[in-house]
């Protein structure tokens, strides 16, 4: 197991362009970030549509040409099956993504709201 982890976060290069899509009824939001969590875009929405897709995919396209970046991972939470049009048209576009466990999420959440100890 512990080999299966390294394996995962050994795809995390300096050439990754890493886009987190928080799901939703109709609307997603995307955030692009680098290898090191540094922001590369802010926020950005698109419709829960062919046409929001189409737009997405562009969008991550034209990120990945202005950063200099090879590979792309996209990650999301399987929100009800509202990521499921999406993974879809990612997998016809041959874009990598992951289903990013609610759980991880959660923690990794509450563990950036702490505050430092002096």
């Not at 995919?57 to 970046?69: A, G, M, N, P, R």
């Amino acid at each position: 197991m512990h080999d299966n982890v390294n394996d995962k976060i050994n795809q995390v290069t300096e050439d990754t362009l890493i886009i987190g899509i928080d799901i939703a009824k109709k609307k997603h939001y995307a955030c692009a970030i680098d290898d090191r969590g540094r922001e590369l875009q802010r926020a950005f929405s698109f419709k829960q549509s062919y046409q929001g897709f189409e737009s997405f995919i562009q969008t991550v396209k034209d990120l990945k040409t202005k950063h200099q970046k090879a590979k792309v991972i996209i990650g999301f939470e399987a929100t009800g099956h509202y990521w499921k049009n999406l993974a879809e048209r990612l997998w016809d576009e041959q874009l990598l993504y992951v289903i990013v466990n609610p759980m991880h999420v959660k923690r990794s959440k509450e563990f950036e709201e702490q505050p430092v100890q002096k």
